[in-house]
């Protein structure tokens, strides 16, 4: 199975606070999960990205927490701020075999940070 | 470094035509995977290509195509434009393929 099931669809987080996001998947010949951010109009930006050898990954604001038994893994962005409000997606990576270059996204976030 | 450029930016095409969107991949890399993102079906993969070989395909019918010069640029083309083609067409690259995947702007195509 390929799917990456993402949660939840919309967040809405006061400034200064915890904005978490989970994502579980069901392949377990994954082997890299990144997370993008999406601002209108753009592209999605690679923000962080973990691998499951590693249970917990920070850069800066963001921290990635990796879950291997229970195959989930979610981004925590600590002290929200405005310029964060975007859509967030998490991704799943399979290096081998025929998988090439595909990259298996949730559904994306939908987070709003306000003033 | 310069990041990943797609043009054109924006295209608007009549049902029936053909389209062809160019993909300028970072420096050094040297795979290029192309992605379809509409509000209802999210981002799903169309296809991905290493030094001018396609390595993978999504589910997307043959309009959809794909090809990579030896400067690793690439194009995609849809032949035959329905109006359910209308979305964004992403181009990531890479440098050998899914990891360190960095995406371009994007092409907004809507057909009419």
């Known amino acids: 199975q390929q799917q990456v099931k993402q949660s939840p669809q919309s967040l809405i987080v006061q400034k200064g606070g915890i904005s978490i996001i989970n994502c579980a998947y069901e392949?377990?010949?994954?082997?890299?999960f990144p997370w993008y951010q999406q601002f209108p109009g753009k592209g999605p930006a690679l923000l962080i990205a973990?691998?499951?050898?590693?249970s917990e990954k920070k850069e800066g604001r963001f921290t990635i927490s990796f879950n291997k038994s229970a195959k989930q893994f979610s981004l925590h962005i600590m002290d929200s701020q405005p310029g964060d409000s975007a859509t967030y997606f998490c991704?799943?990576?399979?290096?081998?075999?025929?998988?090439?270059?595909?990259?298996?996204f949730g559904q994306g976030t939908i987070l709003t940070v306000h003033p | 470094k310069a990041g990943v450029t797609q043009t054109p930016r924006y295209l608007i095409k009549t049902r029936g035509q053909q389209v062809t969107l160019s993909c300028s991949p970072i420096?050094?890399?040297?795979?290029v995977s192309w992605y379809q993102q509409t509000p209802g079906q999210g981002l799903q993969f169309l296809f991905e290509?290493?030094?001018?070989?396609?390595?993978n395909k999504g589910n997307f019918p043959g309009r959809f195509s794909g090809r990579q010069f030896s400067n690793s640029r690439s194009e995609m083309n849809v032949s035959t434009l329905e109006l359910g083609d209308s979305a964004l067409y992403l181009c990531?690259?890479?440098?050998?393929?899914?990891?360190?995947?960095?995406f371009g702007q994007g092409t907004r195509l809507t057909v009419v």
């Open positions: 973990i691998r499951p050898d590693v």
């Open positions: 420096s050094g890399h040297r795979s």
């Open positions: 290509y290493f030094s001018e070989t396609q390595r």
């Open positions: 990531a690259s890479s440098p050998s393929g899914g990891q360190q995947a960095f």
């Open positions: 392949n377990t010949a994954f082997d890299y």
């Open positions: 991704a799943a990576v399979y290096a081998g075999g025929t998988s090439y270059g595909k990259l298996t």
